[in-house]
């Protein structure tokens, strides 16, 4: 962190909870939205972790567990902080009853996200009475919010420690303080911090590997909390990137998948002309199977990267690229900078240069006063693109966004009604999307057992079709090429062909 935001972050101190219910005197800084929002032009400092060799050992014979909620920026976070609390020494478990650690790795995305991270955290309290030793954690986007924050001082005094997104590498610290106080701990930058690399991982996908290529979002649409919660944009560099997943190649994953709120704006941070398609280009050289990204954003998707990405190879034909609605003037309202018209000619470009992409997206319902017509220009461009798959919202107000201030004269029953008829159309759109696959063979990296029946495998084909055979649990982590038999709306099902010995990238 340099000088300037240190002094931010010193600003954002003087915070003091309404009714407090214990001794504050070991807290450190509580979250700010207004000093979360600035935008600076100072520099990002490329840091490296390490453990101060004063906290070495700390969890020897100690046991830790985090709970994730959210998205997969939440899930990589996760296998970051359990390579931290390894690297200290602690054991991981499943078990909140040996468990001397607990962390709740929080989402803030929408309301019933947080609704349930305090659900689970009412569920914990037993727990603390049991075990009075027992640390408990709140970290992640909701400890970036400061409503959040003082509803957790206010009443939920089982918390024992809560720290945001920006300061994950300084967890060692954070335990050590709460050890020694005994007082709740809580430790959240406003500002984000520098970029830290040679963070300890404990990956968890099994051949599939996440890596950050940036960090933050500057889109402030204008319903959304993440840059709130995650700070301003900032990229690491690309050799950093490109060192990652060579060694992740060397040691056999067989996808990685890149994250970055707003992957599209990858580089422009950076003082040289180098952005995703500069790195992709790079990254599809590398000896590993897949590429993928997400998530992106319309407006930065360039003609660049899109020339990259035709080429194939192992960067695969599936994009996914959230919309949010279909109309223009909703789209204006939302701060999503671009219209209709752009986002079609954009599906255009990217159809036309890679003609068996699979496009999926996310959208919103029910943002406030959404009429009957801009809805339906929704389900209108839904058809249009023709995507293969989408995750749909009914909106959600989040405190401090310029969307949670406008009037809403859409009722409730009226967004579900909308949530209701846009999913039978996403419905009507995969079962199309998948109905040319019988008798095709498909190469799929196994995933492990279905979810819904342990005899039966599942993986993903390169174009995120989810597909189930039955085959030896040996080919788990493996690509695999199977035999489509039976297509259903969601999925497909197949029979196993054989292992896929090498991919020619
Ligand atoms: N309410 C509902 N959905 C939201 N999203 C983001 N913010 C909100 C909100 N306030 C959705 C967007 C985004 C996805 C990750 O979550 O569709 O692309
Ligand atoms: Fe949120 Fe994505 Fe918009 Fe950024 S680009 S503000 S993460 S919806």
Redesign the pocket.
């Known amino acids: 962190m340099n000088e300037e935001q240190r002094k931010l972050n010193d600003q954002a101190k003087p915070f003091k909870p309404l009714q407090p219910t214990k001794d504050y005197s070991a807290y450190f800084q509580a979250p700010s939205l207004k000093d979360a929002k600035k935008r600076g032009k100072e520099e990002v400092e490329y840091e490296k972790f390490n453990i101060n060799p004063q906290f070495e050992g700390m969890g020897n014979g100690r046991k830790f567990l985090i709970r994730t909620f959210g ?1 997969q920026m939440n899930v990589h976070d996760t296998e970051v902080m359990a390579g931290i609390f390894e690297s200290l020494g602690y054991e991981a478990t499943e078990d909140v009853n040996e468990a001397n650690v607990i962390l709740l790795n929080t989402c803030a ?2 309301e019933n996200a947080e609704n349930r991270v305090f659900g689970e955290l009412g569920h914990l309290k037993p727990l603390k009475t049991k075990n009075p030793d027992l640390l408990l954690g709140v970290c992640g986007c909701m400890s970036q919010e400061e409503a959040v924050v003082n509803k957790i001082l206010k009443t939920y005094d089982q918390v024992d420690i809560i720290f945001g997104t920006h300061n994950i590498h300084k967890l060692p610290d954070i335990l050590h303080e709460a050890y020694m106080s005994k007082e709740m701990v809580v430790d959240v930058w406003s500002k984000e911090g520098d970029v830290i690399e040679n963070m300890p991982k404990v990956r968890n996908g099994g051949t599939k590997a996440w890596v950050n290529i940036m960090y933050g979002c500057d889109k402030f649409c204008t ?3 993440v840059p709130y919660t995650r700070g301003k944009e900032r990229s690491r560099l690309p050799q950093d990137i490109i060192q990652e997943v060579r060694e992740l190649a060397a040691q056999g994953y067989q996808e990685i998948t890149l994250l970055g709120q707003n992957v599209n704006a990858y580089g422009k941070d950076l003082d040289m002309d180098y952005g995703l398609g500069h790195l992709m280009d790079e990254l599809r050289k590398i000896d590993v199977p897949r590429i993928r990204f997400t ?1 992106s954003h319309p407006r930065d998707f360039d003609d660049y990267l899109i020339e990259v990405l035709a080429k194939k190879g192992n960067l695969v034909e599936h994009i996914h690229l ?1 919309v ?1 609605s279909g109309s223009s003037s909703m789209l204006k309202i939302m701060a999503r900078k671009y219209t209709r018209e752009r986002y079609l000619e954009l599906v255009a470009k990217i159809k036309k240069a890679i003609p068996d992409v699979a496009l999926t997206t ?3 319902v029910g943002f406030p006063n959404e009429t009957e017509e801009q809805f339906e220009e929704t389900l209108s461009l839904y058809r249009e693109v023709g995507f293969e798959m989408a ?1 749909t ?6 405190e401090g ?1 310029p969307a949670a201030k406008m009037q809403d004269n859409v009722p409730m029953d009226v967004k579900k009604d909308r949530l209701q008829r846009l999913n039978a159309v996403v419905s009507e759109y995969s079962a199309k999307s998948l109905e040319g696959y019988e008798g095709k063979i498909v190469e799929v990296l196994v995933d492990g057992e279905s979810k819904r029946n342990k005899d039966v495998l599942a993986g993903y084909t390169r174009r995120n079709k989810l597909v189930n055979f039955r085959a030896p649990k040996e080919v788990i982590g493996k690509l695999v090429k199977v035999r489509v038999t039976d297509v259903k709306t969601y999925s497909l099902n197949g029979e196993f062909i054989g292992v896929v010995e090498k991919v020619e990238v």
């Open positions: 998205c995305i929408r319903y959304c909390i998530t959230p949010q996310d959208i919103i995750f919202y009914i909106y959600s107000p989040r966004t």
